[in-house]
Nanobody, 123 residues
Framework: QVQLVESGGGLVQAGGSLRLSCAAS????????MGWFRQAPGKEREFVAA????????YYAESVKGRFTISRDNAKNTVYLQMNSLKPEDTAVYYC????????????????WGQGTQVTVSS
């Protein structure tokens, strides 16, 4: 079992930045591919970014390419999402997730989920 806890969310003005963290316990994160997803009110949960177990491959949704950066520190058992140039449409609850195998952008192929952290971007 892997327990995931997100932090770093908050309220920020449009154009600002936030860095989300996802800390894991229970097992080493180096065994897992990691992803960030988000869910806005009234919408389905959607893929944001993912990173392979080694950090050698990263994947992004088109809507965040060039603005968000996913990274990981396996020694700290932590995954990060650096979010720059934030827009009001980025407002959502952000979740991190871990997968043993599967396609990085496929929500249903993740095995473990955190509780989420709220990001609110004001215009």
């Amino acid at each position: 079992q892997v327990q995931l806890v997100e932090s770093g969310g908050g309220l920020v003005q449009a154009g600002g930045s936030l860095r989300l963290s996802c800390a894991a316990s229970g097992r080493t994160l180096s065994r897992y591919g990691m992803g960030w997803f988000r869910q806005a009110p009234g919408k389905e949960r959607e893929f944001v970014a993912a990173i392979s177990w080694s950090g050698g491959s990263t994947y992004y949704a088109e809507s965040v390419k060039g603005r968000f950066t996913i990274s990981r520190d396996n020694a700290k058992n932590t995954v990060y999402l650096q979010m720059n140039s934030l827009k009001p449409e980025d407002t959502a609850v952000y979740y991190c997730a871990a997968q043993t195998v599967g396609r990085p952008g496929r929500l249903i192929e993740y095995d473990y989920w955190g509780q989420g952290t709220q990001v609110t971007v004001s215009s």
